[in-house]
């Protein structure tokens, strides 16, 4: 495992100090009280508890060796890969290539499953109303979710 950088600055909070050191605040704060990493000092003006340069140094060097504050033989779980963000799905556009009468099967199934039952002649008469122009381009979800709301009002 390869040593973190120091950090330059003179005081860091404990929070920074987990994460300098690769460990969530609660196992730092855990490992703290075990006496593994050194306790922080109370800074005077903001009576936080922080670590020095020196206790910054000492934290790192714990990390490295294994060898706890207190003398004791100290093993870390393996660091976790840096988790990637999800790549968020392209919404797919709905398109008009299919015959009149079974245009709207996957919108009224979309519907069925939301607890509301609609016809094709329903859901073609609400997509007119509230889409003149047509629903080329729209992302499927915001549709569904429209005239769901359409219809829905519609029974009330």
């Known amino acids: 495992m390869s040593v973190p950088e120091p950090s330059k600055k ?31 000092v109370l800074h005077e003006s903001c009576k936080r508890p922080v670590f020095d340069l020196e206790l910054q140094q000492k934290c790192l060097e714990i990390r490295a060796t294994g060898i706890g504050n207190n003398g004791q033989p100290v093993i870390f779980n393996r660091m976790r890969a840096i988790r990637r963000p999800r790549r968020q ?9 299919r015959p ?14 939301l607890g509301l039952t609609a016809t094709n002649e329903a859901v073609a008469q609400a997509i007119t109303q509230i889409y003149p122009s047509g629903v080329e381009g729209m992302e499927s979800g915001e549709v569904i979710r429209r005239v769901f709301l359409h219809l829905r009002a519609k029974k009330k």
């Open 10 to 40: 003179a005081f860091i909070s404990v929070i920074e100090m987990a994460e300098m050191i690769g460990l969530s605040k609660s196992r730092f704060h855990s490992l703290i009280r075990t006496g593994v990493f050194p306790k922080p």
């Open 89 to 97: 799905r392209q919404a797919q556009p709905i398109a008009n290539d």
């Open 100 to 113: 009149a009468g079974d245009q709207h099967d996957d919108l009224v199934a979309a519907l069925k499953s």
